[in-house]
């Protein structure tokens, strides 16, 4: 079951969230940490190098300890930056040798998508748990093979969603668990940017495994999951390609829909085309509530029908899915975005491209 959708699990994630946002306020009262967990970041893009690295300095629990990567020029940057020993740099090739590195608890994942079953078996197999970025892999097969092989070395696995740790999406769960505005009847959602460079992994399906929906429809179909608190039992899907040269390999737009089993619809969309879709809306008995923009770093805020805001203060997302991942392997408790999590995403992502290919309705199961 998706932790997020839990009365039990949502409390409990919301004071987490509430508890990490002030970050140097609260080292000010709670006890140091008796040990720092370290990671080691793998693939040294933009993620990596304008999020998560400065993020890690932000945090309580985790240290920057080491990097993976097939960059040498990279390498030597990063060990300037942030004083990494010579000991502590690994290629995708020597990624083995971790096994040996005390210093490195996690592997963060941050290559491309089809990449990530490669480089989180690699990290488990060298006896490190793993946090992978979104979308996990870009095959339920590819997933599975991923929480096989955390299970078989005995670590833990989480999937970079960051938005279950952000106050104001977290909200919206409460809005919906504690049916504010009454039961739920139809969410709808999107997310959506113009791509730029034309040479990016991201067109390439076998780096990718889609366009759009993968990269960032994911959001909005996490969106409907965890403020419907259902999986949902049908998609269908609309996959609209304008610039068959650009997008060759993939959807450039796709719009679908899901049944839920309370009888709740939703609706999403996605696109490469156009920026400005960055929200979603939960129409309810008694009146709506939503967010835009939803789904960001920073500056998201929204509305109710009953004229009230949501707008909580920001936070660094990357910092507390961190902090959080170090805590639950400090503590041997089980992440609140664990593998399984990204592998049910990934079915539902299969069978939305399976619709839009053959235009017929797919059941889940
Ligand atoms: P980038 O292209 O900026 O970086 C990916 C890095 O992966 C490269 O710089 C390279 O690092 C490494 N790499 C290894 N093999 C390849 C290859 N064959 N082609 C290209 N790069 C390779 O991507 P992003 O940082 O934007 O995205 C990385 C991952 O993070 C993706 O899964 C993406 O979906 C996810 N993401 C998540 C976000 C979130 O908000 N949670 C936001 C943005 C991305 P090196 O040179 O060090 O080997």
Redesign the pocket.
Known sequence: MNPLLSRRHFLKASTLATASLPFAAKSLFAAEPKRQIGFALC??????THQIAPALQQTKYCKLAGII???PD?AKRWQAQYNIPDRSVYSYDTMAKLADNPDIDVVYV????G??ARDTIAAAKAGKHVLC???MEVSPEKCQQMIDACKAAGKQLAI?Y?LHFEPNNLECVRLAREKVFGELRYIEAGFGFAIGDPA??RLKKE?SGGGPMM?VGIYALQAMRYISGEEPVSVSAIANTLDTVKFRDIEESLVWQMNFPSGVLASGNTTYRFNGINRYTANAERGWFGLDSAYGYGGIHGRRSDGETIQLPGMDQFAAEMDDFAQCILENRPTRVPGEEGLRDMKIITAIYESARTGKVVALG
């Not at 941050?110 to 998508?113: A, E, H, M, Q, S």
């Open positions: 693939g040294l893009g933009s993620l990596s990567t097939g960059t990279k941050v290559t491309p998508n990449l990530h970025e979104k979308p970079g960051r990016q992994w780096l990269d």
